[in-house]
């Protein structure tokens, strides 16, 4: 009960305008992304410097709009996310990992094709609130490079690791002319908790506008991929589409 408390907290901040301190949790893989609030002390409210660094998506002004984002890829499990969102005409948004597209090449080129959004997850998901404001601009440079060498447009956004940020991550990503952007529902896939359990989250917790954070690469994604088709059938059932971040092209 204290947990789920703590979690429905954290989703209000968020929705009230609130930007959270950003888990600095790490699962016992090093590559499963947690979001992990703060005590309420520990708390910073967005302010007219930080605000605007920090993106949580728009209202659709007409009909009702959910933005599927996937981390951590791209994977072996990436195809089948692909498969999926095409069968559902279903657009979404890709913050990838620098590293892992040399050996995913035509992957990455095929979330592109297929009219979805390639951003920038650092080259390999680093926790950047360790890093110099050095190696956090080399994080995210080496990715936007690799990105533009698969002939995909430089990335707008970036998401970083764990969702793990401060000043000093924001004013390196402002610089180089990217928008933090961060989720406002998790759907807690990384835990791998069964794919009716990741469906039944999602469609819960889904409103219009909502940010998805799901993950196609950082461990075994099936459960993604099933839980995926679930959630596009019943949302699409409901009246939503699907659409890439339009602060990201």
Not at 27 to 49: F, R, Y
Not at 97 to 118: C, N, P
Not at 190 to 215: D, K
Not at 225 to 233: F, G, W, Y
Request: hydrophobic share 35%; proline share 5%.
């Amino acid at each position: 009960m204290a947990s789920s408390t703590r979690w429905l907290s954290a989703t209000l901040a968020i929705c009230a305008g609130v930007t959270l301190v950003a888990g600095a949790g790490q699962a016992a893989n090093g590559n499963e992304p947690l979001l992990a609030p703060q005590p309420a002390a520990q708390t910073v409210q967005a302010s007219a410097v930080l605000k605007p660094a920090i993106y949580r998506g728009p209202k659709a002004t007409s009909g009702k709009v959910v933005y599927l984002t996937f981390d951590d890829g791209p994977s072996r499990y990436t195809p089948a996310v692909l498969n999926v969102l095409k069968s559902y005409n279903a657009k979404a948004t890709f913050f990838v990992i620098g590293s892992q597209i040399r050996t995913r090449e035509a992957t990455t080129r095929r979330i592109a094709r297929e009219g979805h959004s390639v951003q920038n997850h650092t080259w390999r998901h680093r926790n950047l609130k360790r890093l110099s404001a050095t190696e956090i601009s080399s994080q995210f440079t080496r990715t936007n490079r690799a990105i533009r060498q698969q002939g995909i447009r430089q990335p707008a956004c970036e998401r970083p690791p764990y969702g793990a940020f401060n000043n000093r991550v924001r004013r390196v990503s402002q610089t180089l002319g990217m928008r933090t952007v961060m989720w406002s529902l998790d759907a807690n896939d990384w835990r791998r908790p069964g794919a009716s359990a990741i469906a039944r989250r999602v469609v819960r917790g889904t409103s219009n506008g909502t940010i998805v954070l799901m993950h196609d690469g950082g461990g075994n994604r099936s459960q993604t991929a099933t839980a995926l088709k679930s959630v596009l059938r019943t949302l699409k059932a409901r009246g939503y589409r699907f659409e890439a971040l339009p602060s990201c092209p």
